[in-house]
Structure formats: C-alpha cells, structure tokens
C-alpha cells in the first residue's frame, strides 16, 4: 500500500491518541458536507419534480399547439384544414373543438363558464385520467340528455353531482326579447380535478355537435384546431413549421405560450433554488480549511518526524490533501444516503403536503436525476479538494528542526 494513502486513511480513522476536540471538528466537517449535499440533492429533485408534475397536468389538459382566427369569427372550413395539418412532420393527430363562453346552472347555482365542444372519440387531451366521479362519456344518458364534463370545483359552486341535470345558457350580447339565448340541456357524467384552478373551474367538457348548435355553427365550422405532436419534446419546433405554413388571419399558439406564466413560475423555481441550496454546500466546502488545519496543527509532531526520516513536501501535502477528501467522500456519501432516504419516506408516506391551491398538486413531488448525483458528487469533491489545499500546503511547509524543537 502507498505510504501517504497508508497514513491519510489513519489519521481519518483516528485512535486514542487523538484528542476528542479533533474527532468533534472531523465529525462536524462531515455532518456540514453530508447536509450541504444532501440538501441539495433534495431541492433539485424537488424542483424536477415539481416541473414533471405540472408538465404532465398541462400537456394533459390542454392541446400542445392550437390554431384559431386573429379575430372571434369561426374557421369556415375546418374540414379541409384538418387534413393540411395533418401532412407536418411530427403531428401525430388534429382535432377541430369549439370553444365559447356560457352560463351554466344546475339545481342550488349559476356560474359563467367557457364550455368546449369535442368529438367524442377524438379528444387530444388525457382528461379522463383525471376523473374523480363518475366516468368520462358524452353520450346520451339514460334521461335521453347528452353527456357533460364539469371540474369538481365547478360542479361543487353550482351544486351539481352526478346525474344531475344541468342547463348551458349561451349568449351572444346583452340578453332581450329579441336577443334569446340558446339553451342546451345536459346530465353531468364525470367531474374531473387536476389540482389546476384554471382548468378546474373553468371549463365544460360536450359533444362538439350539442355546442354546434348552441353557438348556430355549421357542421363545417370550428372555433380552434386543436393539434398533437408525437414528442413533446418537439412542441416548439413543430410550432414553428406550422406558424411558418398558415396564413395570416390565422394565429399559431403552443402550450408553452398559452400557459407561459405557470411555466415561467417553474423555470423561477428550477434556476434559483438550486442556487440557494447550493450555498450550503460551498459554506460546508470551505468549513474544511478550518478542520484540516485543526489536523494539522494537531499532528505538527508527526510532519517533523516524517520530513527527518525524509519524507517530501509533496508527501506531507498529500496527506493532508487525502484526509481532506476523505471527509468530503464520507459527507458525501452520507448525504446521498440521507437524499435516497428522504426520496423512498416522501414517496411511500407523503411526509410533505402541499395546499393544492397555491402548488396545483397535494403533496410535494421528487423525481431525482442521475445526473444530478454526478454533478453535485463532482462539485463538492472538487470544492473540498480546493479547501483542502492551503492547509494541506501550510503542512508541506513544516520546517521539521522547530517542530521537534517546539516545547522546549
């Protein structure tokens, strides 16, 4: 075995000869890297999580690209635009639906909502993973009424449950003797909740040929079209051939725009938190100048005798410099262990919950990263190696006539 890797990994080790204030400071420097780590870890798998988390609930909820009229007039033929898009590298599917603002009501309420109109066996979304009651159909129920989609939210604020009979009233203006709105009535089939304010409260889910005649659309007439790529992760490039392939009236949004203030919330998150929790670990870091110092003023003895028996200056730094990274691999052990520990509680038990309204979700996720185990294990070995090297340096230094001379 190398002599300085023989001695670096016994004087980690200790023994009886070392004084209990030493073995405290040792134990301190650990402790500092295993929760600056630790922490760390636990943020950034937090965050990813978080991001995960609303992903999944937008891209679920809402179509990855829509294209509608720059002003509030229908598409006139959506029946031939439909095909047209189809033919874009990475669409996987397109659906017209139309969108429009109603009052909906039901036994004990009345509330204003935005009611969409899909086809039955063609809806984009992912909704029906999201039904708590009931089930996701727009067909016509027993009562001979179709089918309707409320949040639970908004089935709770106008008194509905399932089964209920509910009445859409769409207006167009100020409501006269001349200016009768359509009435359309429904039997509520499903309630959904995705922890999403927006979504939840907002919309009504039916039959796109029940709304047609609501809003006196033809059958050739839609409000968006509503459009899928194959990979989410193509969203935006797929966005720009489509925005680059339509013709103004016509206006091209993605997710991404249509939703960008929650997405810029998670992109705030994921850039600073990290960031903060970070410090922890350069503060940990750096707290081994101080413990490695302590181990070299507290074996000044032991460096004369090696540099009179010959020993090197770079010996005698590597040392130190060794001791130093075996605390920090010992912290950082410790705290991937504490990170995986807290992963499998928040994962099996639910340890932290989360107010649905302000976080969108009921308790907080973790999704950790392999890569991240890498960089964080990389930076703080990196960071203790450099706080490691003065006093690893100040100990090469050691002039061994005055430390064998130093009491006397």
Known sequence: MNVTWYIARRYFKGGHRESGFLSFIKIMAI????????????????????????????????????????????????DTLQ?????????????????????????????????????????????????????????????????ILLGQSLAGEIGASIGSRVTVFALDGLPSPLNTPEIRQYTLTGMYSTGIDRFDDSFAIADISTVRTLFGLGVRQSSVMEINVSNTENIRPVYGSIRDGTQFPLVTENV????????????????????????????????LIGTVLMMVLERVRDVGILKTMGAKSAAI????????????????????GISLLFYFLQTTYEIIPLSEENYYMSTAPVEPHMLDFFIVGAVTIILCVLASWLPARIAAKTDPVQVLSFGR
């Open 256 to 287: 991404y725009q249509r939703y960008r203030n929650i997405f810029a919330w998670i992109d705030l998150q994921e850039e600073t938190i990290p960031l903060v929790i970070g410090v922890m670990v350069i503060v940990a870091a750096f707290n």
């Open 31 to 78: 402790a500092g890297v295993a929760v600056g780590s630790a922490g760390l870890l636990i943020s950034l798998s937090i965050v990813h999580g978080f991001k995960s988390t609303i992903n999944e609930k937008i891209l679920g909820f809402a179509p990855h690209i829509t294209i509608q009229p720059f002003v509030g007039e229908p598409l006139q033929r959506a």
């Open 317 to 336: 730094r590597k040392i130190f410099l060794l001791e130093g990274i075996f605390v920090a691999v010992s912290g950082l052990v410790i705290g991937i």
């Open 83 to 147: 095909p047209y898009l189809e033919t874009f590298e990475g669409v996987s599917r397109v659906e017209p639906a139309i969108i429009g603002n109603v009052m909906i009501q039901a036994a004990s309420g009345i509330s204003g909502t935005v009611i969409k109109g899909v086809n039955p066996g063609g809806d984009l979304t992912q909704l029906g993973s999201y039904i708590v009651e009931g089930e996701y159909t727009l067909a016509p129920t027993n009562s001979g009424l179709p089918g």
